[in-house]
């Protein structure tokens, strides 16, 4: 069997005099970025710079749009109308379209972040308006969202591609849903444990839930939060073990 994968980082997440990251780094070692767009995180300085180093490695470009928090880094949750989540993903859609453009290129896919991923991965009618904005702007463009939720089923709906995401840096909970911030085992911090669980789902189609059980989990795409410290060399080491597993690692759009 051809295993393939594709592994994306959020970045672009500093802002004015604040540096959040090493993106540099990390897009040495990824084949998508997904940018922040000035929501959640980001500035337009910030948006152009790291538009140029995903060229500079030749690294897929996405739109990371997020809810307007930037105190919060987008990781609060808010109640929005469809409305909203359509406006805001259309307006930040085309704010990094404008930079990617400037340089020459385009944007190939849309993926939320934080607590507007996580509200849309369970609540439809987000989902929807988020996928129609994504449609309304370029339907080429491929929809990120947690694997078999709300998020990929409202982009079949919309006729979009669709990417399934997986996390190598995060527990599941038997439903299939990511384990929520606010407990203190949410984030996995031993990378060797980060490397076995990614190896799981890209060979076995499986990850292992908080409780212990095993879930089914197909993945088109693997993230590495690009807000760790340590994330260059984690992006690094997950990509070494991948390939050492004889997986293929390449954009979406190989």
């Known amino acids: 069997m051809n295993l393939r994968i594709d592994l994306n980082s959020d ?18 070692h990824v084949t998508s970025a997904n940018i922040a767009c000035g929501f959640h995180a980001g500035d337009a300085l910030t948006m152009q710079r790291t538009v140029a180093l995903a060229l500079e490695h030749g690294v897929a470009i996405g739109a990371h749009v997020g809810l307007p928090d930037l105190q919060g880094f987008g990781r609060r949750e808010m109640k929005i109308s469809a409305a909203e989540a359509h406006a805001f993903t259309l307006g930040q859609i085309g704010a990094l379209d404008a930079f ?40 080429e463009l491929v929809l990120v969202g947690l694997a078999a939720s709300e998020l990929p089923r409202a982009g079949v709906r919309a ?3 669709v990417a399934h995401e997986a996390f190598v840096d995060r527990r599941y909970e038997p439903d299939g849903s990511l384990t929520p911030r606010s407990r203190a085992d949410a984030v996995i911090a031993d990378a060797d444990a980060a490397v076995a ?29 690009g807000d760790r410290v340590d994330a260059a060399t984690w992006a690094a080491r997950l990509r070494q073990a991948l390939e050492a597993a004889g997986v293929d690692v390449r954009t979406l759009h190989d």
């Open 11 to 28: 970045i672009g997440e500093s802002f004015g005099a604040w540096t959040m990251g090493d993106d540099a780094g990390v897009l040495a």
């Open 100 to 139: 990617a453009r400037a340089a020459g290129t385009r944007l190939r896919h849309v993926k939320p972040h934080g607590a507007l991923y996580n509200l849309a991965a369970r609540d439809a009618s987000l989902a929807d308006a988020i996928a129609q904005a994504i449609r309304g702007f370029d339907p």
């Open 159 to 161: 006729g979009l591609r």
């Open 197 to 225: 669980q990614a190896l799981a789902i890209v060979r076995d189609a499986r990850v292992s839930a908080r409780d212990g059980s095993t879930l089914a989990l197909r993945a088109d795409t693997l993230c590495v939060h």
